[in-house]
């Protein structure tokens, strides 16, 4: 059981005046005496107010039409291009677009069929991966910004102890406490912000090339007849 030391308070707490019994510290004065957590903190808003906005995006409104593009196929295979062209036409999407923009031409080779493509790709590019340098960004200066915090801390730690004129773990406790916490936080606004940075790199080139697959086999479907060319009939047997 904990012996409350004078005014109430037990000796376990941490306060910023140790020797006048101050308040404790909590993240809320950290805040007002910090100048590193709430830099932090900003920084924490805004990289999960872009992710859920990135996810958004990525997830609902530029995801890729796996369904519509199993009915592109299983239309064109049957030989039902106007079909195809119409289901396209209204699905929403840039992937969408670019198939009904190839339905819409000629049927061509892989080479023409890429190349028609290639401005709906750029498009899906460049809107999958807006701000996406945001995260990057954060990764790398977070932890240099909880290395300041660590440096302020540890500082203040020193001030303390040289104006109490006596030592002791009380003395320097709001200091190194500041200087840890910092270092966490840092620490870990960085590594939320490399995980989303990398999931969204990887989803973005994995999208890119799917598109090309789609490309690629709907040119073959439609040079094809919508099916796969059919065998040579055998050739007849000479006379003797």
Same mark, same amino acid.
Not at 24 to 40: G, I, N, R
Not at 53 to 58: L, T
């Given at each position: ?12 707490? +941490? ?18 005496? @910090? ?21 958004? +995006? ?9 369904? =519509?593009?199993? /009915? ?7 030989? $039902? !291009? ?27 080779? %892989?080479?023409?069929?890429? $190349? ?7 498009? =899906? !590019? ?10 990057? &960004? ?30 002791? %773990? ?12 910092? &270092? ?8 939320? /912000? ?6 969204? /790199?990887? &989803? =973005? ?10 490309? =690629? ?9 919508? @099916? ?13």
């Amino acid at each position: 059981m904990d012996i409350p030391a004078p005014g109430g308070k037990t000796p376990g707490d +941490v306060y910023f005046n140790a020797e006048e019994g101050g308040t404790p510290m909590t993240f809320v004065t950290m805040l007002k005496t @910090s100048l590193v957590m709430p830099v932090l903190l900003v920084l924490s808003i805004v990289v999960l107010a872009q992710a859920f906005e990135r996810i958004w +995006v990525f997830f609902f409104e530029e995801k890729m039409p796996g369904a =519509l593009w199993d /009915s592109v196929r299983s239309r064109v295979e049957d030989g $039902d !291009e106007p079909g195809a062209l119409t289901a396209c036409m209204n699905a929403p999407g840039i992937a969408a677009e670019a198939l009904a923009r190839l339905l819409s031409l000629p049927p061509g080779g %892989p080479e023409a069929s890429l $190349d028609a493509a290639e401005l709906y790709r750029r498009r =899906l !590019e460049l809107t999958l991966s807006r701000r996406l340098g945001l995260f990057g &960004t954060a990764s790398f200066i977070a932890p240099l910004i909880g290395l300041l915090g660590t440096v302020l801390g540890i500082m203040r730690a020193f001030h303390d102890l040289a104006a109490a004129g006596a030592g002791g %773990p009380a003395v320097v406790a709001a200091g190194i406490s500041e200087a840890l916490v910092a &270092t966490a936080a840092g620490i870990g606004v960085a590594v939320v /912000s490399a995980i989303f940075y990398n999931g969204f /790199s990887l &989803t =973005l080139r994995r999208r890119l090339g799917v598109l090309d697959l789609w490309v =690629l086999e709907l040119s073959e479907l439609r040079a094809g007849g919508g @099916s796969a060319a059919p065998a040579p009939p055998p050739k007849s047997a000479k006379k003797a």
